[in-house]
């Protein structure tokens, strides 16, 4: 079966087109485990934030146009006839000509609707002066100020941090509807890949992907349902595929879609369900033999066994769809600007991905070596690279000291 | 008790003075679990990466001596006696002579020394011509080529992310040893404060820090013992930073370290344990009333109670403590240039921390638009801010439209 192979914005726009971004529904989550969770709900405050007037500062409470002319000279002078303490209902009321001492943080009382600060004052026993005037409200958080009853404070969609969980709790929340975390089921195939912890036998090598792709599906927002490696059977992928497809609201492959008979992934996908198969093969390097599929509404990426090209593929196509079932934003990878430690070539005729290690020279330029690694298969190439260049179809290489993009697969502590 | 208040360089510096960074040790996790955690051993490989030499194509395995002056004329002409699959121990031996039909990722057959790439051939039933030379090892990655059996393949203290636990799976490792995450105990006091789910008596207020403050310690590397509010009273007080310190590696306590005569929490760590509290108070703004103390090796601090103080405190003080007991790099805070939106006032003699809001003005220049809150405590200010402003001690103001580097709280998609 032989299919034109599409361009990387040919099957990024055939992908979209067929994914079908539906709600997975939303679950109750207690604040601490909210964290980092995608909010589902509006939240509108049941209650005035402050829940009564308090004072901004220590000194004393008072009735302003009492105030009013005060100052060094001429002070006013007041009856102290109580104490407002934080965390309780004023036992006091200030009537004409009273005042009551008052700390931050309390319930301004009744008769009053202002503070003056400890330090405008002089006190002998129970005889206030007041050496500076107060406005109406001066000093004083009002009722509501902050947030009112009834108003939407944080809305669906947003992610929850510290600074969210906080105000979630200042409402008096313990829990909060948040969105169902996308499963991903993860499985690796091929007949030279045996799981790790088993016995190595002659001819094989231990897998990769399964792992690599789990954790990267942690990192953008899913959770992986790891399925380990497949034998190298029909059937046997057919049943695993059956139940992936059952337990997960997408599934990623890696290895066997190359060329050979054993290929079996894309029939399988097509016969589990419409529209199956939707990208045959994607004109990048490396990645090329990636095959895309839906079986109903759920994605099938099958990725290339090689462990930096699945990966690479994964963070260009797979990453997105995780992120927007997960109600996340879609993350743009951060990007630096490198001089090419030496020249890259591009595949003829296909969007090239070099990956590249980060570097300072002598006069503290930042370098973008390219590694050498493509066919061979180095493993070590997914742990040195920091990132890639992309160069796109029309252009032969980069040279030398040009000024390239490098893409970064995470943050280079210390190094940039 | 009156002591004079330590600038921020000095609270930092008697702080480290004091810490004593001890391993908190180590635990094993298997291979899924231990994403995002720090490796804590030294990782060598028990085995030759690949296990074997492996081709990097699909071809023919051949004596590369056999092939050397064939071209386009003269071809070299070999005799096909058999298929070497992935996964499998090589049935055939490659002779005088002789070729063996190979794919990408098989083992090389005995007896071959290279492969030559199928697209250099032509064959006719088991008689193969090859158009083209190959050199030894040519096509071919040697056993070990990658990894060494013996070979250090990542370091003690390595973040392991979806690179490194692939690299991990590569050596057939399931389990790997990583530090312990430090344990810090989160706990509120202030008499105005209730348990969020609780009914919320008269001049109370809905206890913030508990919440902001433990999930800010989950983003530091750290695991958080949620404490919750304690009552204000000595002798509960003290039961509970008693318990604080029993079960973690760290106590964050905070509200009640103004200046009243219920600031019991520097008493009561003083009589804890030597050498008790060692910063009694920061000339910054907010965060003055901020005291940090050490019981035996475990550091104890007590932050204001202003939710948006106690945050900011916590970032600039305890969460690097945290990263370096959690063995991880101490993250700076990342910034970016942007101009002041109007003017900053500093608080005299202090280091001033200004909250902002990032926006863009019409002329798409990024704007640093000051929050006030200040004493009136706004919650809503900890999620409105993006990051703050340093003013140094002796600098009275930043001036509306002033180039100001801004300390990042969180990345800000779609902002920034």
Not at 6 to 11: I, K, S
Not at 195 to 218: C, F, H, M, Q, R
């Amino acid at each position: 079966m032989f299919r034109k192979l599409m361009t990387f914005e040919e099957a990024q726009k055939t992908i979209q087109s067929h994914f079908k971004l539906q709600a997975l529904g939303e679950e109750e989550a207690v604040l601490l485990e909210a964290y980092n969770r995608v909010l589902a709900e509006d939240v509108v405050s049941t209650l005035d934030i402050p829940p009564f007037s308090r004072s901004t500062v220590d000194g004393y409470a008072v009735k302003a146009e009492e105030t009013f002319g005060a100052d060094e000279n001429q002070p006013a002078t007041l009856k102290v006839n109580g104490v407002v303490g934080v965390g309780e209902q004023p036992q006091v009321k200030v009537g004409k000509g009273e005042a009551a001492e008052i700390v931050t943080g309390a319930p301004i009382p009744e008769g009053s609707d202002a503070v003056v600060m400890v330090e405008d004052t002089e006190r002998e026993d129970s005889e206030l002066h007041v050496f500076s005037a107060v406005t109406s409200n001066e000093n004083v958080m009002k009722r509501g100020s902050d947030i009112k009853k009834g108003e939407a404070v944080l809305k669906k969609g947003l992610l929850l941090g510290s600074s969210e969980i906080g105000v979630l709790a200042a409402l008096g929340l313990t829990k909060v509807k948040v969105s169902k975390i996308p499963m991903v089921a993860v499985l690796s195939t091929g007949g030279e890949v045996t799981e790790a912890g088993k016995p190595l036998p002659s001819g094989k090598i231990y897998d990769i992907n399964a792992y690599s792709i789990s954790t990267a599906v942690i990192e953008s927002g899913g959770k992986p349902v790891y399925f380990g490696v497949v034998p190298d059977d029909k059937s046997e992928l057919s049943k695993a595929l059956h139940s992936a497809l059952a337990s997960a609201d997408m599934v990623i492959t890696s290895g066997g879609v190359s060329v050979g008979p054993r290929d079996y992934t894309p029939q399988i996908v097509d016969s589990l369900g419409k529209p199956g198969i939707v990208v045959y093969g994607i004109a990048v390097k490396p990645g090329k033999p990636t095959t895309v599929g839906f079986v109903g509404d759920k994605p099938v990426f099958s990725l290339p066994g090689h462990p930096t090209s699945a990966l690479l593929v994964f963070y260009l196509l797979a990453r997105p769809l995780i992120q927007q079932l997960a109600g996340r934003p879609v993350a743009v990878m951060k990007t630096v600007r490198a001089a090419a430690g030496s020249r890259m070539f591009s595949a003829k005729g296909r969007r090239t991905f070099v990956m590249v290690k980060l570097m300072f020279d002598k006069s503290c330029r930042l370098i973008a070596e390219p590694i050498e690694s493509g066919a061979s298969g180095a493993i070590t190439t997914l742990e040195k690279a920091d990132g890639f260049v992309e160069i796109p179809e029309n252009q032969q290489f980069v040279d030398a000291d040009e000024e390239v993009a490098v893409s970064l697969f995470r943050n280079v502590p210390g190094k940039v």
